[in-house]
Nanobody, 125 residues
């Protein structure tokens, strides 16, 4: 059974930075497309960043482009989300997700079959 555990969330002032980590276990991490999603109450979960299994393809939502960086370290089965220049509108629960099927990466929630428990990020103004 594949498990994902996020860490690194918290409270930060606008303009600050946080780094989220997501450690996976129980599967072959190097074969997974990975994504970071976020969700606020009453809204759909959205993909903010995704990285293909090889790391060759990276996607960022327009709202975070230039501020967030996704990376993947196969040696420690971990995907990271470096978040800089944080804004109050970045406040959300952030989830990492793994797509364990062998196909092209996706930004769609339905394409990911394993999810972490989520970590809260709160950005104060």
């Amino acid at each position: 059974q594949v498990q994902l555990v996020e860490s690194g969330g918290g409270l930060v002032q606008a303009g600050g930075s946080l780094r989220l980590s997501c450690v996976t276990s129980g599967g072959t991490f190097s074969n997974y497309n990975m994504g970071w999603f976020r969700q606020t109450p009453g809204k759909e979960r959205e993909c903010v960043a995704a990285i293909s299994w090889s790391g060759a393809t990276i996607y960022y939502a327009d709202s975070v482009k230039g501020r967030f960086t996704i990376s993947k370290n196969n040696g420690v089965n971990t995907v990271y989300l470096q978040m800089n220049s944080l804004k109050p509108e970045d406040t959300a629960v952030y989830y990492c997700a793994a797509d364990s099927t062998i196909k092209s990466w996706s930004k769609h929630v339905a394409e990911y079959d394993y999810w972490g428990q989520g970590t809260q990020v709160t950005v104060s103004s």
